[in-house]
């Protein structure tokens, strides 16, 4: 690491992006992923659309028991 930096033309705030909403990797354990990308292969869909729509239907699930 150097002992100093030159920021003479550096521009405050380059990067920053007020509305920026970051998704989270998410892990599955190898078990679970091989089930739904094979079940997804046999539906003729992505595994993402597949997983979307079971977290829907659950989400649906969890709103109906609650109210």
Known sequence: MK???DFSNAERG???KPNLRLIP???LDPE???FLATRAE???TT???LINQLLK???ESIRAAAG
């Open 3 to 5: 002992d100093e930096y």
């Open 47 to 49: 595994l993402n659309q």
């Open 42 to 44: 046999a539906r003729g």
């Open 25 to 27: 990797p998410v892990r």
């Open 32 to 34: 679970i992923l091989e």
């Open 14 to 16: 380059k990067f920053f």
């Open 57 to 59: 239907n659950d989400i």
